[in-house]
């Protein structure tokens, strides 16, 4: 009977596993329980990764970043050149191709004037700044001189890249209608599993180039004029601010998802919405963009129409454009475009946990240095 009663406890342990990972807990409409959302999961990848290392079958972990992780290496940047570089691209040069083994680069406050790519061969590569005294990295490259997704201040290739406390600037001046070329990019991510925190995106035209593979945004500050949130990434931004800059007309998104079967989007939740100019969330630049707002404060700013359809005539037919319990005077559904979505707790909840990224697999609590 013992033995039958602790085989029937083990069966019921392991259906309650099985349920919470295939019903995550769903971000929280209460922004002040965030937090406690955040590090319930990321403390459920770190038991994992315990789990893995005592030699149990664990299937839901990232397995070679476990191992990226087991002891970390720190090289410092500093412009008095009391670290042990002074420019962040001489940091980024010293880490080998190949890379396997996470590499923090500490960067001292001040202003870094340079143009830096993180080449696709060095993964798990870190940017950590002091929140107290960020450092910025600037350059003013345009598509004029570069291409748009070339004007990079920082363009980032490689996976699992993280930045903290950094803030990434184009310090190209605003487009002013009459220059040809003036879209420019202040980070370019397009690498798989990367995740910022605390950190700033200013520009005017085309300020975050959201390219490809799977991103977190948290507690992070974008500023831009037109479509200075675009790329076929798939992404999830959390209690990040938003600020539009614009004279007249102004867009937040401009999500590049082609075919139906992309894997790919926008998703916004407790975020606010501020700023200048008739501005609109997104637009159609291609033709199945998708972009949901939840949570989210809209100020008086954005265009009662909300979205608009971009290039594609057919646009409004192919779209997927929603909105889920945001706020504010700008989140009003009188005069919004039909093919917006105001949606259903059944039709938003896909894009309201971790797992529309996979990230229980791959997030992490920042490095204590």
């Known amino acids: 009977m013992a033995s039958a009663y602790f085989t029937m406890l083990l069966i019921c342990f392991r259906l309650s596993i099985t349920t919470v990972l295939a019903h995550p807990k769903q971000i929280p409409l209460d922004a002040s329980k965030l937090e406690a959302w955040i590090g ?36 410092t940047v500093r412009k ?38 993180v080449e696709r061969s060095k993964d798990f ?34 996976d699992y890249f993280v930045a903290a406390n950094v803030a990434f600037v184009n ?24 995740a910022f925190h605390n950190c700033k995106f200013i520009g005017y035209q085309d300020t975050l180039c959201d390219d490809k593979g799977r991103h977190f945004f948290k507690d992070c500050y974008i500023q ?24 007249g007309l102004g867009v937040i998104t401009a999500q590049a998802r082609e075919q139906v079967n992309d894997d790919s989007g ?50 409004h037919k192919t779209v997927y454009y929603g909105e889920y319990k945001c706020m504010g005077p700008g989140a009003s559904s009188s005069g919004r475009v039909k093919f917006a979505k105001l949606l259903s707790e059944a039709e938003a909840k896909p894009f309201l946990s971790m797992t529309y990224l996979n990230g229980n697999k791959w997030l992490l609590p920042l490095p204590n240095l």
């Open 266 to 315: 926008f998703t916004f939740v407790h975020c606010n919405i501020t700023g200048s100019g008739d501005t609109y969330l997104g637009r159609a630049w291609k033709e199945r963009p998708r972009v949901l707002f939840a949570y989210t404060y809209m100020g008086t700013l954005i265009n009662s129409q909300g979205w608009a359809a971009g290039e594609h005539s057919q646009s």
């Open 171 to 194: 310090s190209a001046p605003m487009p002013d209608g009459k220059r040809l070329g003036a879209q420019a990019v202040a980070m370019r991510i397009s690498g798989d599993k990367a």
């Open 125 to 158: 590569v870190t940017f950590f700044g002091d929140p107290f005294d960020m450092p910025k990295i600037v350059f003013n490259g345009t598509a004029l001189h570069f291409g748009t997704v070339n004007s990079a201040t920082v363009a980032v290739e490689s």
């Open 40 to 75: 319930e999961n990321m403390r459920e990848f770190t038991e994992r990764k315990a789990q893995l290392a005592q030699g149990k079958n664990d299937t839901v972990v990232d397995h070679v970043l476990a191992a990226a992780e087991d002891g970390f290496r720190v090289i």
């Open 224 to 247: 831009g004029t037109v479509d200075f949130i675009f790329g076929n990434g798939k992404s999830l931004y959390l209690r990040t601010t938003i600020v539009s800059v614009a004279n």
């Open 80 to 117: 008095d050149g009391r670290g042990d570089f002074k420019t962040v691209t001489d940091a980024v040069k010293s880490i080998p191709s190949g890379n396997t083994r996470r590499v923090v680069v500490k960067i001292g406050g001040g202003e870094y004037w340079e143009k830096i790519t």
